[in-house]
Nanobody
């Protein structure tokens, strides 16, 4: 069992930055692939960024060039640095963990609102 706790969301003006954190507990963090997904009102949940257990990253189209995902296995934490934020980045951001063997977990989500 893995527990995921997100933090770092909030209200930011267009063009601003936020860093989201997701701390994991309950299992061996380093073996899990981690990801951030976003769900905007009325929309399906979509992939924002992912990072493998070996540090290989992958980004959704809207995040490329603006967002950076990273992980610190010593702190059991994955981060999402978001720069040049746009109103369309607004949504609930969820942390996701997958060990590649059928164990998948979601956090409770953190709200990000980009508005002037």
């Amino acid at each position: 069992q893995v527990q995921l706790v997100e933090s770092g969301g909030g209200l930011v003006q267009p063009g601003g930055s936020l860093r989201l954190s997701c701390e994991a507990s309950g299992s061996i963090f380093s073996i899990y692939a981690m990801a951030w997904h976003r769900q905007a009102p009325g929309n399906q949940r979509e992939l924002v960024a992912a990072i493998s257990s070996g540090g290989i990253t992958n980004y959704g189209g809207s995040a490329k060039g603006r967002f950076t995902i990273s992980r610190d296995n010593a702190k059991n934490t994955v981060y999402l640095q978001m720069n040049s934020l746009k109103p369309e980045d607004t949504g609930v951001y969820y942390c996701y963990a997958d060990n590649g063997r059928g164990a998948r977990y979601w956090g409770q989500g953190t709200q990000v609102t980009v508005s002037s």
